[in-house]
């Protein structure tokens, strides 16, 4: 990908063979070639990795390259956000940028450019720039600053003027309300107290289909589309783990299937099929950053062998019934933020689930 950027003047999005098809937004590229770099994988040219993505995020792609960049920088950069006027898809580019200038932020920090980081951490929160104190949800926002109307639980709905929109790609404004997986803490801070986020998130769930594959994934969660699909790890952040722990049980009992179906939606790239073997062994990793987040171990036991290094994780006690944790001990040592950074597992150890029946109280 490194050599394609140099070939072709930016990163590409969704690069097929040798070549770009510039499918869906944002610069997830970002998100990969910092995640990779911060987890000790620096066989790459990373200065000039980022020195294109540098110039993709904060001075747009190069005179001549037709594909890739971030469409609608300029308004990105200089209101806060995706003018809804003068792009389609603007919310959902906005919270794209937004991910990828917090990955990026990580990466100038490590390879020590602190003005750049500083300005891209800064970036990164542009996305509670479309947030509405008055409806509590994120609404696309014209150049003017007003916001747009939505319907909240339509797929698509129709402008002032009548048209169908697409702000909200390939979902509803109730989905992409739960799309900031880079910053939980954040989302959390923005609705109007800790309690009617968990309200909110659980209706969320409560809300969605057990049916595999449903051809309508309808306005709340769908485990077919990336986006939202880490929503279960949410609770974590507004201090209820045992409400992780039982969604994300659920969407590894009643979101895969043996039969011809299988998934809800594609398995884009192995995408889901990635969410299943890490959700199942316990942990889950927040992409463009080092840390994992607890869940709820399938498993009774699991090795992973990571070169000449050995991760065994237990589940001591799970069952279908037993799906919550007493507590998590990673290398024999008990973690009390329920995560935990790529560095404690690489050199391999021990994590054990003792697990229960009954939820743990919050934290």
């Not at 072709?8 to 998100?31: E, H, V």
Request: with cysteine; proline share 5%; glycine share 10%.
């Amino acid at each position: 990908m490194v050599e394609m950027a140099k070939a072709g003047g930016c990163f590409p999005r969704w690069p097929s063979g040798a070549g770009y098809t510039n499918c869906m937004i944002g610069t997830p590229a970002d998100i990969m070639v910092t995640e990779s770099y911060l987890k000790g994988i620096r066989d790459f040219d990373v200065e000039t990795a980022y020195s294109k993505m540098r110039q993709t995020a904060l001075d747009g792609k190069p005179e001549g390259t037709k594909f890739a960049g971030r469409g609608g920088l300029e308004s990105y950069l200089n209101l806060g956000w995706c003018a809804s006027e003068k792009m389609s898809k603007a919310l959902g580019k906005t919270f794209e940028y937004s991910y990828a200038d917090w990955a990026l932020a990580s990466l100038a920090k490590a390879l020590n450019h602190p003005e750049d980081a500083a300005l891209l951490s800064e970036h990164a929160k542009n996305y509670q720039n479309l947030w509405n104190e008055e409806t509590q949800f994120f609404q696309p926002r014209s150049s003017t600053g007003e916001f747009q109307a939505i319907e909240p639980l339509q797929l698509s709905y129709t402008d002032s003027e009548g048209f169908l929109t697409d702000d909200f790609v390939e979902g509803s404004a109730m989905q992409w309300r739960y799309a900031i997986p880079f910053d939980p803490e954040g989302l959390v801070s923005l609705f109007k107290d800790r309690d009617y986020f968990i309200e909110e998130l659980t209706a969320f769930f409560e809300g969605s289909t057990k049916e595999v594959g449903k051809w309508n994934p309808g306005p709340c969660y769908w485990h077919g589309n990336e986006p939202y699909i880490h929503s279960a790890y949410l609770f974590e952040a507004a201090g209820r783990p045992d409400l992780t722990q039982k969604w994300v049980r659920w969407i590894l009992e009643n979101k895969y299937s043996d039969d011809y179906v299988g998934l809800d939606g594609n398995d884009d790239g192995g995408t889901l099929s990635a969410w299943y073997v890490f959700s199942s062994l316990g942990f889950y990793p927040i992409a463009g950053s080092t840390k994992y987040e607890i869940g709820s171990p399938l498993f009774d036991k699991a090795t992973l062998h990571m070169g000449e290094a050995k991760l065994e994780i237990f589940a001591d006690n799970q069952s279908p019934q037993n799906v919550y944790l007493k507590e998590v001990r990673l290398n024999d040592q008990p973690l009390e933020n329920y995560s935990f950074d790529h560095a404690d597992i690489a050199g391999g150890g021990t994590l054990r689930f003792p697990m229960s029946g009954e939820p743990s109280k919050e934290r």
